[in-house]
């Protein structure tokens, strides 16, 4: 378009056609329309069942943190082992849609570092052994060459398992490693328990004061005795929420 034109003018048009009404044409290639490239595609390019395969029970622990908005660090030496588990991972929470939590390649320095620092959350690849050392950097560590799953020391509070998470970690191994399914259909499945989590969650919600958002009541859901587990990890994903009143 700019050889045949001479101006940027003509290709900010094209790109402004996309952005707003989702189609671009050009009488060489016909027509562009957004439409036909679903981003939920995408978000379905890797395989959950894989990583089932892997992990076995153990998928849980990146299910309990990815719902905790914990930090995951994953390493592998192949950045391509790094890349497609990463990516992955943020399906276990499909019903959050957020794959800006994906950090797929961070190197050991400063700047990185700091950079994924700020973030709450996040999935974080690497391919230098020696992250496994920054324990500063991590909830949960993967060390995908190994298959090991570790959750750090100041972690364990937060992701201690239970009743609640053997009922997940079951339905998550069943649905994967059912032929019949498709790695979407198991998304689905996990997706579903993951609705249930939050319905058992809302009827110890109430509205805020200034009436903007639901809050966790920390009384009401003490009375229901709850095993220590399952009341802990309600606890924290009301935190993840942001549903504790301040």
């Not at 750090?152 to 019949?180: F, R």
Request: proline share 4%; charged share 25%.
């Amino acid at each position: 378009m700019y050889l045949k034109h001479g101006s940027p003018v003509k290709m900010m048009e094209s790109y402004i056609a996309v952005l707003t009404k989702g189609i671009c044409q050009s009488e060489e290639n016909g027509s562009f329309l957004s439409k036909d490239f679903d981003a939920r595609k995408a978000y379905l390019a890797g395989s959950i069942k894989d990583i089932v395969s892997q992990f076995g029970m153990e998928t849980v622990i990146l299910h309990t943190a990815l719902m905790l908005k914990k930090r995951i660090v994953v390493y592998h030496p192949k950045i391509e082992a790094v890349q497609e588990f990463t990516r992955t991972l943020p399906a276990l929470v499909w019903h959050r849609q957020d794959w800006t939590i994906l950090h797929s390649y961070v190197h050991l320095n400063a700047d990185e570092l700091e950079a994924l620092q700020m973030c709450p959350g996040y999935i974080a690849g690497f391919v230098d052994l020696e992250v496994s050392n920054r324990s500063d950097l991590y909830d949960v560590f993967v060390n995908l060459a190994d298959s090991e799953i570790t959750i750090a020391p100041l972690a364990k509070e937060a992701m201690t398992m239970g009743k609640l998470h053997k009922e997940i970690g079951q339905l998550i191994v069943q649905s994967a490693e059912d032929p019949e399914k498709s790695d979407s259909q198991v998304i689905q499945d996990i997706s579903l328990k993951t609705r249930e989590i939050f319905t058992n969650l809302e009827p110890f919600s109430e509205v805020s004061g200034d009436g903007k958002k639901l809050v966790l009541n920390f009384e009401a859901l003490k009375q229901r005795r709850f095993p220590p587990a399952t009341e802990n990890f309600l606890y924290h994903l009301a935190a993840a929420e942001q549903m504790l009143k301040i």
